[in-house]
């Protein structure tokens, strides 16, 4: 008798092991039963890293990761891409101001402290976190990126003199030869960030639309504002100054996508009362996963 009650008993305890959590709703709608199911309808996949059963996950901007990977083990380092991505973010904010003429602002100079601490310095050390968990795209952007508003700062420091009076392009050989020769030089300098912004661009057409959007609108920045130099330095100055406020349009739209996707990998169940979509391509590896699922359910209904 002790034995049947055993095995009722331990019959009983697997079904409740293997039985399914029970669906709750409100108001008559279904909601996640479990905190991962919660974090998966809600395009966060990152909110939970270390609870999930996925050996890999799928692209999310939040986490500076186009494509489908396996998180570093045992990860002792928090996401470090919303920090990378405020400090773009921010930095861009500013001198996309600054491009579009804003309350009358010209001088870019306002930009330095920010280039140089922030948007630099803080965002290189986001880049070399990212190398830490095992993060190579994002590490190779926020680090590269970093590296541009460093390099930029310096370019703006009155005390480096590198575009200004008495410089490498005014001296009297330079001014001889072209006197905005630095319109160009600098041309030169967002042209190849431009070419680098476009590979990074291709890396993102499997991910989502708003990792996508990020990099869509910067290349398309750096492009205007490269042609705006150049514009400058043939003389049409009224297609120079065009060119440099859609560059400071597409500017703005980069930090405002930038700090969406920062929101989107720092909000989770925990701290916000909703969290941001970032909608996968069809194509994508995720997108494929949903169509799979939708046609599943249509098949055995």
Known sequence: MAEKMNATEKEFGQARAVAPPPVHTINGAKSASTQQDYDRE???????????????????????????????????????????????????????????????????????????????????????????????????ALSSYGGFWIAYGILLTPNWNILGEGGPYKTPAA?????????????????????????????????????????????????????GAYANDSGAMVASVKLTQVGGAFGMLAAFLAWYNAFAGIA???????????????????????RGNSKTDRELA
């Open 42 to 140: 809600y395009h966060n996949p990152m909110a939970h890293i270390h609870s999930g059963n996925d050996s890999r996950l799928p692209a999310f901007g939040g986490e500076f990761q186009p494509g489908l990977y396996k998180p570093v083990a045992a990860r002792k380092f928090a996401n470090p891409a919303p920090l990378g991505l405020s400090a773009f973010a921010l930095t861009t904010f500013v001198l996309s101001c600054v491009n579009l003429g804003a309350r009358g602002v010209s001088a870019p100079n306002v930009v330095v402290p920010l280039a140089l601490g922030y948007g630099g310095l803080v965002q290189l050390l986001a880049g070399m976190w990212e190398m830490a968990v095992g993060n190579t795209f994002g590490a190779t």
């Open 175 to 227: 001014l001889a030869v072209d006197p905005k020769m630095g319109e160009s030089a600098v041309g030169f300098f967002l042209t190849g960030w431009f070419i680098f912004t476009t590979i990074l661009l291709l890396c993102t057409l499997r991910s989502t639309v708003m990792f996508f959007m990020l990099f869509f609108t910067l290349d398309l920045a750096f492009l205007m504002l490269a042609c």
């Open 268 to 290: 989770d169940s925990s701290n916000s009362f909703f969290l941001i979509p970032v909608f996968h391509f069809p194509w994508s590896e995720k997108g494929r996963e949903v």
